[in-house]
């Protein structure tokens, strides 16, 4: 019997044939796929003809095409739907998949014809784009260790390798943490929680097989219970739970598995020649020197601990005005901030939700890319890899653009948070291959039969992780290494969060905030005070993330700490944390960071990011127009269309004329002093 994966994928658009795929097809389709493309890259290396681009980058551009191809479902499953059998192969799989990268870049006969193309580059007649790319490979194979000899690159292939299975680990254990803990709640546990709060926790045991309520740690959960319960011990046992992922002494326990993971990441860089693992990591970003992020954060520090500790007095009065004396404390932030969001904003949650409903958010996620990139969406029927998984034909002008796959409903089968990826890459080697991108958030499923509402944070991701899709399905680059989101990190978020901006222009609220069962639209008063609260509680979520990026930073700048929790803890008390704010993402379950090198000394990337998208939705707005088309042309032809084909300062200066100051982002956040 032919395994699915290895077929040719004949179905509509290509897409994988998810209802034939079974767990015990992925390990021999793994075994295939690496025995090719090590063949690939052995006849490469081997190749007697004259290193050129095309028998060299080329044809390294396509020796893992059936790799990709395998990877490409396996891991958008493992961290959107995993089962024992695919935690479990993902386990075997890291060090393996770490030792064949490794073989690839330690080959010194396909670097010699990599560095032969590199010194005669001036002479080959490369385009823009071509040129770019073989940089791109070259510095790649260089910082990969391609130079290295002898013990050094023995130990720097260990050194990855150890790297890759700890940090599968760590996103597993976090998973386990959260798929494993649960709190049943009562009758009169539900006290003070509304409608949609109640009917996820009812679909929470559901999901759990028990009776009546629970509440898990999905954050879409136990954030709207710390948000509007009255129960105070409840709220900080839930909150305790919460932040205690990854450190309860059991065997998910982080802690252990964190220190290791920095110890190893510093031996990388030393190995490389680097000072620090935050040197080697920021190298090629947009910021270049880990002086250069403290500065940014330290920037934005100051004026939001200010404002966060201004809001917190105002909370604790309230707090002392219901007869609960002593110090605010985390898990009663949320709950009076929301009491004082009514109070202040006359913005009630569960009043807004019915406005909100995920089909109308979504259907606003695509008006705004057609009016401003004249895409059409045509929704198309499955299987996917989940019955929650809906699919839509992206179009333009007759043209198919690419598959956009949408998975938004939290279960136990799925990591938290949310993310963009991509079951296929868009390039043109070979022939032109369009997209297939996916979207994965966590929201509250709805009981069955009744339609998904969300918060304005909700509706906010889901913009966010929209950005990033058109990233993806805009693209328009020869080569599926430069193509979509492969760019500097710190670049990575600019169409993400540029693209949150539309959900505040009043226009797209207009036509699509409409209620869930009347039809009819939010009221333009209650819409004005949504967009007026739109810096509330900024600087409780500016230091919560500042202190973690500042955290991150300090692992990676300096000598590896024997204990993570105490060097945490080092820099939130230099810092003058305030006591009533944690970190968002503590040590033991800090994903963005630990799961992989993605976010590692890069936490920081979605405020630099967040400086450009300040400035770049501002063109817009000096245009006089939301959707100015001329402003919209230049967004896709300079940044979301080109990939990596050029360094991020250069992309955005092409599309702005300058790079932007901090101000704009202040401004946005509410964080500056008024004139």
Not at 66 to 74: E, I, P
Not at 147 to 174: D, H, P
Not at 217 to 245: C, G, H, N
Not at 623 to 651: C, H, N, W
Request: proline share 6%.
């Amino acid at each position: 019997m032919t395994n699915p994966l290895l077929a040719a994928w004949t179905g509509d658009f290509a897409l994988p044939p998810f209802a034939a795929i079974r767990d015990e097809d992925f390990a021999p389709a793994f075994d295939a796929a690496l025995a090719e493309a090590r063949a690939n890259i052995a006849a490469i290396a081997a190749d007697p003809a004259a290193p050129t681009f095309a028998n060299t980058i080329e044809a390294l551009e396509r020796a893992e095409e059936t790799l990709d191809r395998v990877g490409g479902v396996f891991f958008n499953l493992a961290g959107a739907d995993s089962t024992p059998a695919r935690e479990a192969l993902q386990r075997d799989l890291a060090p393996k998949l770490s030792a064949f990268a490794s073989e690839v870049t330690m080959n010194r006969a396909l670097f010699a014809r990599i560095e032969a193309l590199w010194d005669a580059r001036d002479g080959l007649g490369l385009g823009a784009e071509q040129l770019r790319v073989l940089t791109l490979y070259r510095r790649m194979f260089v910082r990969a260790g391609a130079e290295l000899t002898g013990e050094k690159a023995e130990r720097l292939t260990a050194v990855k390798s150890r790297l890759a299975v700890l940090g599968t680990t760590f996103s597993q254990n976090i998973l386990a943490e959260e798929r494993d803990w649960v709190m049943p709640l009562s009758e009169a546990d539900l006290e003070g929680l509304p409608a949609f709060v109640v009917a996820a926790a009812k679909a929470a045991a559901e999901e759990r097989g028990l009776p009546g309520h629970a509440l898990t740690l999905s954050r879409s959960l136990i954030v709207p219970f710390l948000q509007f319960s009255p129960r105070r011990k409840l709220r900080e046992r839930a909150y305790a739970a919460w932040v205690a992922r990854g450190a309860n002494g059991n065997a998910h326990d982080n802690r252990a598995v964190a220190a290791e993971i920095l110890a190893l990441r510093a031996e990388r860089a030393a190995l490389l020649g680097y000072p620090s693992f935050a040197a080697f990591k920021l190298e090629p970003e947009m910021a270049k020197t880990p002086a250069a992020v403290r500065d940014l954060l330290m920037r934005v520090w100051a004026p939001a601990r200010a404002k966060a500790k201004a809001d917190a007095a105002v909370l604790t009065a309230m707090m002392h005005s219901d007869g609960v004396n002593g110090d605010l404390e985390p898990w009663d932030w949320r709950y009076y901030s929301e009491q004082r969001r009514v109070a202040e904003h006359d913005l009630n949650e569960a009043a807004l939700k019915p406005y909100l409903s995920l089909d109308a958010m979504i259907a606003a996620a695509f008006d705004v890319a057609g009016r401003l990139f004249g895409l059409e969406f045509r929704e198309i029927s499955g299987p996917f890899y989940h019955p929650d998984v809906r699919g839509w034909d992206v179009t333009r002008k007759g043209r198919h653009m690419a598959v956009f796959l949408g998975d938004y409903f939290a279960r136990g089968s799925k990591r938290s948070g949310a993310w963009c990826s991509a079951v296929r890459g868009q390039r043109k080697l070979g022939g032109e291959v369009r997209p297939v991108v996916v979207n994965v958030c966590n929201f509250a499923r709805p009981p069955a039969g009744e339609p998904a509402l969300l918060s304005y944070d909700d509706a906010r991701t889901l913009f966010h992780e929209f950005g990033h899709a058109l990233h993806q399905m805009l693209s328009d680059v020869t080569y599926g290494f430069i193509s979509g989101t492969s760019v500097a990190r710190d670049f990575v978020e600019l169409p993400s969060q540029l693209y949150e901006h539309w959900l505040e222009v009043p226009a797209v609220l207009r036509a699509h905030a409409r209620h869930v069962t009347t039809g009819e639209p939010m009221p333009e008063a209650m819409l004005q005070r949504l967009l007026a609260a739109g810096t509330y509680d900024q600087g409780f979520a500016t230091v919560e993330y500042v202190a973690s990026a500042l955290v991150d930073l300090a692992f990676h700048e300096g000598p590896p700490p024997a204990d993570p929790m105490a060097m945490q803890d080092a820099v939130l008390e230099s810092l003058g944390m305030p006591k009533a704010i944690r970190m968002r993402h503590a040590t033991p379950h800090f994903a963005h960071v630990f799961s992989g090198d993605g976010y590692s000394s890069g936490y920081y990337s979605y405020m630099w990011s967040e400086v450009m998208d300040a400035d770049a939705f501002a063109a817009f707005e000096e245009a006089g127009d939301a959707f100015d088309p001329a402003v919209a042309e230049k967004l896709e032809r300079f940044i979301l269309s080109v990939g990596g084909s050029q360094e991020a300062d250069a992309l955005y200066t092409a599309f702005r004329g300058r790079m932007p100051g901090v101000g704009p982002l202040l401004k946005g956040r509410g964080l500056l002093e008024p004139a």
